[in-house]
């Protein structure tokens, strides 16, 4: 009596089942490692998003802070250039004024 795989009724052998139950294994582990992974990935997306949300809500005050500051460090900047270049015309001034009361002293003299 020879098994007929396309004979519901007859009967299965040992190794024919360890065979199907093997490849059912197989499947089994597939899918159950696709479905494990896109659940990491769903929890880790979620991780993410959360310690993005919480690095914004600790920084955001900070940057707004630098932000302020490098402001006031710009003026200042700009406010020394500024003063350094009135600095100069003075200097220029004076050395024109120098100039000057050296010729009316000695012209008096």
């Known amino acids: 009596m020879e098994n007929d795989p396309d004979n519901a009724n007859a009967p299965v052998t040992k190794a024919e089942l360890k065979a199907e139950f093997g490849k059912f294994e197989e499947r089994l582990d597939k899918k ?34 630098l932000d302020g500051i490098l402001k006031g460090v710009e003026a200042l900047q700009q406010e020394n250039t500024v003063g350094a270049e009135q600095l100069r015309r003075h200097e220029d001034q004076l050395q024109k004024h120098e100039a000057r009361i050296a010729k009316l002293e000695t012209a008096s003299a």
Do not use: W
């Open 32 to 65: 159950l490692d696709k479905l494990l992974s896109e659940q990491a990935n769903v929890i880790l997306e979620a991780v993410g998003e959360t310690m993005e949300k919480k690095l914004d809500e600790k920084f955001d005050p900070v940057i707004t802070k």
